[in-house]
């Protein structure tokens, strides 16, 4: 089955990020859900996500904790932020045909750094485990 045929049908309460930069548009597709003090997001595992021996790449695992993370910082804060640090715990496997979803909160904010921890997972077994620290930014000054 080429990923082209795959048919998405995310997991209940999921809605298609449509606002993001090139880069997740061109990684994606990728869905979220907002809750109180969480950020959930996902991606159906295609093939093109994934490296030789069939299991996704852990560069598109830290990229989509990435942003979950980012995400997170973006919604609490009201302001862009931009990742200065970022710790990654692989701690198993996630393969074409599964979902991958994740979730991620602030758990401290300053003046202009913000804190944040998030997991990704496929069913009940955590794939990544994630911290980062984000500079808050003024949106005028990072379109530029």
């Known amino acids: 089955m080429d990923d082209a045929d795959v048919a998405l049908v995310p997991p209940e309460g999921f809605v298609l990020s449509e606002r993001r930069g090139p880069f997740t548009q061109h990684n994606g597709p990728f869905y979220h859900r ?11 595992a295609l093939k093109r ?11 598109m ?3 989509f904790v990435d ?8 919604f609490d804060a009201k302001a862009a932020g931009v990742t200065i640090h970022l710790s990654l715990d692989y701690l198993s496997m996630a393969r074409s ?5 994740g979730e991620a909160k602030v758990t401290r904010r300053a003046r202009d750094v913000a804190f944040a921890e998030a997991r990704a997972f496929v069913g009940d077994k955590d794939v990544v485990r994630a911290a980062a620290v984000f500079k808050l930014m003024d949106r005028h000054r990072v379109r530029g």
Do not use: D, K
Not at 49 to 59: P, R
Not at 67 to 74: K, N, T
């Open 97 to 101: 045909g599964e979902w991958v979803q």
């Open 67 to 74: 942003g979950m993370l980012g995400h997170a910082v973006s």
């Open 49 to 59: 996500h994934c490296n030789g021996l069939g299991i996704v790449h852990g560069g």
């Open 34 to 44: 907002l809750g109180p003090i969480l950020t959930e997001h996902g991606f159906f």
């Open 61 to 63: 695992l830290a990229s």
